[in-house]
């Protein structure tokens, strides 16, 4: 394969990583732990938190954040894991890059 036709396949794989990074960035990912709903981008910001508080007293607030944490922590990895579905064929090898 000569120099050209790699640089021209390199060109594309970058683009069809951008494209699949973009798609990424657009998604909306929820979680939800009992009480307490996040959702996020896939650019990893965090869009609203929701807690719905009808069953919520004053004692329950070390609970809710516990809530808020695990909630928190299960959109993040929703987003790592659509990350690695996408973009892994491309950093196959190559851990860490996204």
């Known amino acids: 394969m000569n120099i050209q036709a790699m640089m021209k396949q390199a060109q594309k794989l970058q683009k069809d990583m951008m494209n699949a990074k973009a798609e990424i960035d657009k998604t909306e990912f ?30 329950d607030l070390e609970m809710l954040e516990d809530m808020i944490l695990i909630a928190v922590n299960d959109v993040m990895k929703q987003i790592e894991k659509e990350t690695e579905n996408k973009l892994g064929r491309y950093t196959q090898g190559m851990p860490g890059l996204f």
């Open 30 to 59: 929820e979680a939800t732990s009992s009480f307490v709903k996040v959702r996020a981008n896939g650019k990893r910001e965090i869009l609203e938190v929701k807690i719905t508080t009808e069953s919520l007293e004053k004692e």
